[in-house]
Each structure stands twice: as C-alpha cells, then as structure tokens.
C-alpha cells in the first residue's frame, strides 16, 4: 500500500477516463455492440481452454514421457523433472524473436490481428504434438527415443504460447465492454482454470492408448480450435471494433 501510494502518480494517465490524457480511452456502446464484444471474448475463453488443456501437459503426460521414453544424453539420463526448465528457457530466448517478428511484420503492415496470432498459436501447439506423435511412432510407445524430440515439441509449443497468451489476454481487456471489464476479465482466468483442470482430467487416457495417439488427439483438439477461430475471424475481429470510433 505504502508503494502504491507512493508511485501511483505515474500510473494515472492508464486510468480509463474522459480527460484528454487518459491513455485508456472509454467506449460508449450499445447493448447490440456489447453483445457482439462479450460473444467474441466467449470464443475467445473456448480457445483458451484447449490451448492450456494441451500446454499443461508438460506437467503430465510430458514428464512422463521424459522419464520413460527418452534415451540417456552423451550417456546421461536426464530426470524427468528437468524438462521442466525447457519451457522456461525457450520464453526467455523466444521473446526477444517473437517481438522482432512481429515488428518487422507491423512495419510492411503485415501484422496479424491479435486473433491471428491465436490461430497461429493454437496451429504450433498442433504442430508440437504432431512433432510428440511423430516420436511415438517413432519407438516412444514401446522404445526410447531421442530427448531432442521432447526439446523440439517444448520449443514450438512455446512459441504458440508468446503468440496466444500475452495476446488473448491483451486482446481481453481492450475488448471487454467497459462496465463488465472486471468480470470478463474474470472469465478468461476462470478458462484458464477450467484448461488446467482438463489437462489433468484426460491424463488417464495416457494410460489407455498408445502415446502416439494421445498426443494425436492434442492435435486434433488444437486443430479444432484454430478452425474454431478461422471461422469467426472476421466477426470477432469486427465486434473488437464495435463502438471504437464512438468511443476515440
């Protein structure tokens, strides 16, 4: 409290507010644009909860696959619970890429919507389970196999994760309708949460067929929701703007 009070003069100017230097501008919208906003962010929490049903499997499924169906590294076996570095390291080194991409991209006005970098997130994370299917077929289900295709599935997935979770989040509360912004921004945790009880909840298919196919259902699942979003692109795209010029 004491630092908040402090230093709160420096934070002000991102206080939503009608003077002309707020930099959070306020919108005024109609019931119709609120509605279009508010089914736009339910779309949106769908594809979140794929995304992290999928992506929490590195505390799961994937960890289990470390320790059981990865061969010794210049002869040493790697514990299972190492792995759990990787994503950590390919966040602190990716991003500084992501962020360049993704300029070099704004800067020929290439850039895609934030929805667009959710597609593209959610196709990586198809991409890192096909790379884990691959290895089953691979020998994983009943051999050993390289960690190098743990360490790959573990890179593109992290790369989905910088295109799709900083960005939905973004995109939440700049979307959310001004009076119910607190609570669909309560929405996209509560997906979240409902993602990281369903990554656990499917892990007893891991038990019941080959890891192969587990991993090809992430891949499916991660499919369906990039087409989820490609469908409503235009739609969702068009309701985040609903009220903006009203609104500047």
Known sequence: VLIFQTFKRYIEHAEIAHHKDSMVKNVNLTKEE???R???LLIIYAIVILFWMSFHQNGFTLTFWGRDCTKPFMGYKIPAELFQSVNPFFVITLTPIVVFLFKFLR??????????????????TATSFGIMALAGLSGGDKGLVSVWWLVSAYAVITFGELCLSPMGLS???????????GLMMGGWFAATAIGNYLSGAIEPLWDKLPHSRFFFVLVVSSLFAALLLRIVLRWVYEASKAGAESGS
């Open 171 to 181: 995109f939440c509360s700049k979307v959310a309708p001004p009076r119910f912004r």
């Open 38 to 40: 508010i089914f736009s």
């Open 34 to 36: 609120e509605k279009k």
């Open 107 to 124: 800067q020929r006005n290439l850039e895609p919507s934030t929805p667009g970098k959710m597609i593209i997130g959610m196709l990586m």
